[in-house]
């Protein structure tokens, strides 16, 4: 049976929309562009307070409907009100500031259709500042991303939402997007439809995304609490060192190292809010390390030099008084660098050390400030929970080898 004999099922395409003026013109255009002509168009905006919905009601197409929001609700609040108002067999999703080629549906639907498949999604490009990127990087083994989905849906997701096209009553089975999930709402969607269902996967790219740092894809804090969701919903499905390699890749990766050790223990605490105890983030990020560089020890003594040599005069405080403080002071004062003061924890033998200030943590107020641990090994990390329980944000550990 070919396509061009049967008649098209109407197709439901949903757009959540919150402040994207500058883009959201290019998502519609994208989807109203689509050979495929059978569709209607939910756009839901939650609560912009920019000028999106004016270039929303600037389109002139009968098959756009716009649903507002009477508050902020979140993406996936938005995709399930589209989804309440779908009239169409079919529901496909578009974001805001992405874009669709032009077959998109044409080519999706026909598999569906020719399949008698309950939903389909397609490798798409992720465009950011670095350039473009196919995603899945092998996008062009269909039996991995097809018979084998599950298997890798439990290591790692493939599917965006922007790339699924769905049949309406599987939500009946699957229920709606969680939203509860403030990212990897994707994700946490496709793993319960794919031990209900089976996903058909073109292998090719129809989706142009774009990673934006106005996204939510930015938010360090918003991952840790996903993740500890998909722990606590799906931790028998999913493989939990892969997942935790998502934290790791966003942190390990970030320019401030500085802060990953801070990272890690609130992280930790977000899991354990759940819960969660089986998993050791500090344990696994050092693991991960280790297997990377072959050598942990090496590796801390690479990220402490590099830190060290970052350093500049007064832009620092030196937490210590005692000998490896004062060794971690003459390699520093070799150098011309000086800290702007001793910090102790509470017993001040002395107001100046060396001619530089001494002050106790409680008397010390700046928590942006680096802080240059360099206490004895056996007190090091009560020392440094000490200062993330007070805001410090910036440490340096000095590495015991």
Same mark, same amino acid.
């Given at each position: 049976?070919?396509? %061009?004999?049967?008649?098209?099922?109407?197709?439901?395409?949903?757009?959540?929309?919150?402040?994207?003026?500058?883009?959201?013109?290019?998502?519609?255009?994208?989807?109203?562009?689509?050979?495929?002509?059978?569709?209607?168009?939910?756009?839901?905006?939650?609560?912009?307070?920019?000028?999106? !919905?004016?270039?929303?009601?600037?389109?002139?197409?009968?098959?756009?409907?716009?649903?507002?929001?009477? &508050?902020?609700?979140?993406?996936?609040?938005?995709?399930?009100?589209?989804?309440?108002?779908?009239?169409?067999?079919?529901?496909?999703?578009?974001?805001?500031?992405?874009?669709?080629?032009?077959?998109?549906?044409?080519?999706?639907?026909?598999?569906?259709?020719? &399949?008698?498949?309950?939903?389909?999604?397609?490798? #798409?490009?992720?465009?950011?500042?670095?350039?473009?990127?196919?995603?899945?990087?092998?996008?062009?083994?269909?039996?991995? +991303?097809?018979?084998?989905?599950?298997?890798?849906?439990?290591?790692?997701?493939?599917?965006?939402?922007? /790339?699924? *096209?769905?049949?309406?009553? $599987?939500?009946?089975? $699957?229920?709606?997007? %969680?939203?509860?999930?403030?990212?990897?709402?994707?994700?946490?969607?496709?793993?319960? !439809?794919?031990?209900?269902?089976?996903?058909?996967? $073109?292998?090719?790219?129809?989706?142009?995304?774009?990673?934006? &740092?106005?996204?939510?894809?930015?938010?360090?804090?918003?991952?840790?609490?996903?993740?500890?969701?998909?722990?606590?919903? #799906?931790?028998?499905?999913?493989?939990?060192?892969?997942?935790?390699?998502?934290?790791?890749?966003?942190?390990?990766?970030?320019? %401030?190292?500085?802060?990953?050790?801070?990272?890690?223990?609130?992280?930790?605490?977000?899991?354990?809010? &759940?819960?969660?105890?089986?998993?050791?983030?500090?344990?696994?990020?050092?693991?991960?390390?280790?297997?990377? +560089?072959?050598?942990?020890?090496?590796?801390?003594?690479?990220?402490?030099? #590099?830190?060290?040599?970052?350093?500049?005069?007064?832009?620092?405080? !030196? +937490?210590?008084?005692?000998?490896?403080?004062?060794?971690?002071?003459?390699?520093?004062?070799?150098?011309?660098?000086?800290?702007?003061?001793?910090?102790? /924890?509470?017993?001040?033998?002395?107001?100046?050390?060396?001619? *530089?200030?001494?002050?106790?943590?409680?008397?010390?107020?700046?928590?942006?400030?680096?802080?240059?641990?360099?206490?004895?090994?056996?007190?090091?990390?009560?020392?440094? %929970?000490?200062? *993330?329980?007070?805001?410090?944000? #910036?440490?340096?550990?000095?590495?015991?080898?």
């Amino acid at each position: 049976m070919k396509f %061009d004999d049967i008649t098209e099922p109407l197709v439901s395409v949903v757009i959540p929309v919150y402040n994207r003026e500058d883009t959201v013109g290019r998502a519609i255009n994208s989807i109203l562009n689509q050979s495929y002509k059978n569709l209607e168009l939910i756009i839901v905006d939650d609560c912009s307070n920019d000028n999106s !919905l004016k270039v929303i009601r600037e389109f002139r197409d009968e098959r756009i409907r716009v649903v507002e929001l009477k &508050k902020n609700s979140g993406a996936n609040a938005a995709r399930n009100k589209g989804i309440m108002a779908a009239r169409g067999q079919y529901i496909a999703f578009q974001d805001s500031d992405d874009e669709w080629d032009e077959d998109k549906l044409q080519i999706q639907m026909r598999d569906m259709l020719d &399949k008698n498949l309950s939903a389909c999604y397609c490798a #798409h490009r992720l465009i950011d500042n670095a350039g473009e990127t196919i995603v899945p990087e092998d996008y062009e083994n269909k039996e991995k +991303y097809e018979t084998g989905l599950i298997n890798v849906l439990a290591n790692y997701n493939v599917i965006s939402t922007q /790339t699924l *096209i769905i049949r309406k009553n $599987i939500f009946e089975v $699957i229920n709606d997007f %969680d939203e509860e999930m403030p990212r990897l709402q994707d994700y946490e969607f496709a793993i319960r !439809l794919v031990q209900k269902k089976k996903i058909g996967y $073109i292998a090719q790219p129809l989706v142009s995304v774009y990673r934006t &740092k106005k996204g939510i894809s930015t938010n360090s804090e918003a991952l840790q609490e996903a993740i500890a969701l998909l722990l606590m919903k #799906h931790g028998d499905f999913l493989n939990k060192e892969s997942l935790i390699s998502l934290f790791l890749y966003n942190e390990l990766s970030a320019k %401030d190292v500085s802060q990953l050790y801070v990272k890690c223990v609130q992280f930790q605490s977000v899991l354990a809010k &759940k819960n969660i105890y089986d998993v050791n983030i500090l344990e696994y990020v050092m693991g991960h390390i280790a297997q990377k +560089y072959n050598l942990v020890n090496q590796v801390q003594e690479r990220l402490y030099e #590099h830190q060290m040599d970052e350093l500049k005069s007064d832009k620092f405080v !030196l +937490y210590g008084a005692g000998y490896v403080a004062q060794k971690i002071y003459k390699k520093l004062k070799d150098k011309c660098i000086y800290p702007r003061c001793f910090l102790v /924890t509470s017993d001040k033998k002395e107001e100046r050390i060396n001619g *530089i200030p001494v002050y106790t943590v409680k008397e010390w107020t700046d928590k942006e400030i680096m802080v240059v641990v360099g206490v004895a090994a056996i007190s090091q990390n009560e020392i440094i %929970d000490t200062l *993330i329980s007070k805001g410090y944000k #910036h440490i340096i550990c000095y590495p015991y080898l």
